[in-house]
């Protein structure tokens, strides 16, 4: 039992904080294996724990590091939005590598995690032997038609649906924005309590830390992610599901193109695959790993 009686599954071999900036970014270290793998943060709204069903796997094989993205879990949340770019989130990866011992990894990242991956990939390739990218936020097709709707910036009557990705709607009814996205990421039947975590990292922080960090990423355009992309010369591993509300399919598809990269289609999956699915994207995850010890 973790103190305060709430139940782990493993306990990492070291964990600490390091700062960059003024800001805490909080990471922990498991397992031994080689290669590491440093499974990267998301977008802010969920902590690391979104991972808790690939780190025990994964660190049975490998080294595996972990951290809290800012503006969520333990680590720190700067109010300005430049804090939240693409770069502020892969100069942390790399503080948290020095600081854990890890000279080489492969990545792995899920949604907004595939910009600070990119990043990484394009400007530390020294540093990153291969990259997996789940349910990948690239933008490098059009959205979704049903988030052609949103107006992030301006202040709407009765907003529904994706109308609630919006600035004004977080800072006066966050909880009701927290509960119809996590609806829209588990897409598939018999989620229930997947949901619940999710909505209750996402309760941790509020709308105008999530604000700041959605406007700190309005830097990662299509032009932008597709020089990034065309710079990735490790090898790479897509997955993306079909069910997928959040970030559509073609989203993967492009990805794997630009960087060329396997992918693989999950049929029926939604946006947070390795929550709902951890045994096969767990076993992706490994195969794609132990090719670098080969």
């Given amino acids: ?46 902590q690391s724990r979104h991972w808790k069903m690939q780190v025990a796997y994964l660190a049975r094989h490998f080294t595996v590091v972990c951290f809290d993205g800012r503006g969520s879990g333990r680590s720190g949340r700067p109010p300005e939005p430049a804090a939240y770019t693409d770069a ?79 600035a004004h709607y977080w800072k006066t009814h966050y909880p009701e924005f927290v509960t119809f996205f996590m609806g829209r990421i588990f897409t598939e039947p018999h989620s229930t309590k997947q949901v619940e975590d999710a909505v209750g990292w996402a309760l941790e922080i509020d709308g105008e830390t999530l604000a700041a960090a959605h406007l700190g990423l309005e830097c990662c355009d299509a032009a932008a992610t597709r020089r990034l992309a065309a710079r990735v010369a490790c090898p790479v591993l897509v997955m993306h599901g079909t069910h997928d509300a959040v970030r559509g399919y073609a989203e993967g598809e492009a990805l794997a193109d630009f960087t060329g990269g396997a992918l693989v289609t999950l049929a029926g999956a939604g946006h947070f695959p390795h929550a709902r699915d951890p045994v096969r994207v767990n076993l992706l995850i490994k195969q794609f790993a132990d090719g670098f010890r080969r």
């Fill in 1 to 46: 039992m973790k103190p305060g009686g709430v139940m782990r599954a493993l306990y990492p071999n070291s964990e600490g904080t390091v700062v960059r900036d003024g800001v805490g970014i909080r990471y922990e270290r498991y397992g031994q294996g080689w290669p590491a793998l440093l499974l990267l943060p998301t977008w802010s709204i969920v």
């Fill in 88 to 166: 502020q989130f892969a100069s942390d990866a790399i503080a948290v590598m020095d600081a854990a011992g890890v000279e080489t990894a492969v990545l792995v990242s899920v949604s907004c995690g595939t910009l600070w991956a990119l990043r990484l990939c394009a400007e530390h390739p020294e540093r990153v032997l291969g990259s997996v990218f789940i349910a990948p936020t690239a933008p490098l097709v059009p959205p979704l038609a049903e988030r052609r709707v949103q107006r992030f910036g301006k202040v709407l009557d009765d907003p529904v649906g994706w109308q609630t990705y919006n």
